[in-house]
């Protein structure tokens, strides 16, 4: 056996594991929660002025030219702006900058699958909370002398359920002694009131993180984005930099630029996913299903006379993905990603079909 025992230290890990990417001509991919429109048309400009030549040099270290435009739009400084590839990577490098304690970082059992991944990974202690019968998660839970950390996303995915702002507000005010980490992925869906971004001026352990994977339709450049106070942005920055100080490539610093100045696309953008959202949450309600209060670009549904399961298979026969999680407490439900209008429809009608 001799030569064989650095095998016992290899990592031990699950990773997290995405969305199936079907390919194909006909196929309907709503499982990833991807946006159903294309980014702006600035963005399109970028790319055709494009020249190779430039990808010579590398991109600005910092992804200067990106946070000054999110600083910009948001009203802060560029000091309270962490830009890095997608906030999966982001809130990977918040948890490695803030959560050092020996007490357990605490989260909702239903939430983003990538916490327990990052605790396992970079061994944080952790504990979750359940959330409510409803799905709603209780601020209560996460009061806490005891907690090393704090983290939820809001509207929390996969239930695509928002909470308040005077929900963020008392835990932040129950945790003062630790950082509250709230990842604000699919706020731009949800209806005024529920961002609370400009918390981070209040609160100097208040970390709000975004992505441009959602809302700004584009989850292929990796462009993610934190808010904090400065000293918060300065321990972020000092960790990318002990890894890899060029996070950002040029060409996802230039076409996000282009996408956050242009506002008015944006919000039709938005506009758009929310009216067939809307659509769609009657038209399967019609059809016998629970549809959670969605403020999100997705649904998240569960119908009492079928198994999600069964009626996850029977659409992916049709070329139609949508989610399924094999999971205790939500193994019953759906998540279904909004789509145009045409792809909604069809997916309305093979449900149909299947349920007779
Ligand atoms: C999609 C998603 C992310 C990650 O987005 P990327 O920027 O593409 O890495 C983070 N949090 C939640 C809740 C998400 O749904």
Same mark, same amino acid.
């Given at each position: ?6 095998? +016992? ?24 929660? #991807? ?6 048309? @600035? ?6 002025? *494009? ?33 890095? %590839? ?36 970079? @061994? ?22 005891? %907690? ?27 945790? +003062? ?8 992925? *699919? ?52 960790? @990318?930099?002990? *890894? ?26 938005? +506009? ?13 309600? #019609? ?19 079928? +198994?999600? @399961? ?47």
């Amino acid at each position: 056996m001799s030569g064989q025992l650095w095998r +016992k230290n290899l990592i031990n890990i699950t990773p997290y594991v995405a969305g199936e990417q079907p390919k194909g001509d006909n196929i309907i991919k709503l499982n990833a929660n #991807e946006n159903a429109y294309p980014p702006s048309p @600035k963005v399109r400009e970028i790319l055709d002025s *494009y020249k190779p030549e430039d990808m010579r040099r590398y991109p600005s270290a910092d992804a200067g030219p990106l946070r000054e435009a999110l600083a910009k739009r948001a009203g802060l400084s560029v000091e309270n702006v962490f830009v890095s %590839n997608g906030s999966d990577d982001v809130l990977a490098t918040a948890f490695r900058a803030f959560f050092n304690s020996d007490k357990p970082i605490v989260y909702p059992d239903i939430t983003y699958s990538f916490y327990p991944v990052w605790c396992d990974l970079l @061994k944080i202690p952790s504990r979750t909370v359940p959330v409510g019968e409803d799905f709603h998660i209780s601020a209560q839970s996460l009061y806490g002398e005891g %907690n090393g950390g704090v983290v939820f996303a809001n509207p929390n995915a996969p239930t695509s359920l928002a909470q308040s702002r005077e929900f963020v507000r008392d835990v932040l005010e129950h945790n +003062k002694d630790c950082i509250v980490i709230v990842d604000q992925t *699919y706020v731009d869906f949800a209806e005024a009131g529920i961002d609370c971004l400009d918390l981070i001026n209040e609160y100097d352990n208040l970390l709000v993180t975004h992505t441009f994977s959602k809302s700004r339709s584009m989850a292929g450049m990796r462009i993610g984005e934190a808010y904090g106070d400065a000293e918060l942005i300065k321990y972020m920055l000092a960790v @990318k930099d002990s *890894y890899n100080s060029y996070p950002v490539n040029r060409l996802s610093i230039e076409t996000g630029v282009a996408s956050v100045q242009d506002e008015q696309y944006f919000q039709s953008t938005l +506009k758009k996913v929310i009216a067939t959202r809307e659509k769609v949450s009657r038209q399967l309600a #019609e059809l016998g299903f629970e549809v959670l209060e969605s403020q999100t670009n997705f649904l998240f549904v569960t119908h009492p006379g079928f +198994k999600a @399961k069964d009626i996850f298979e029977a659409l992916r026969e049709k070329g139609i993905y949508i989610r399924y999680f094999n999971k205790p407490r939500i193994d019953d439900h759906l998540r279904i990603t909004i789509g145009t209008d045409d792809e909604m429809m069809q997916m309305v009608e093979q449900i149909k079909a299947f349920i007779g």
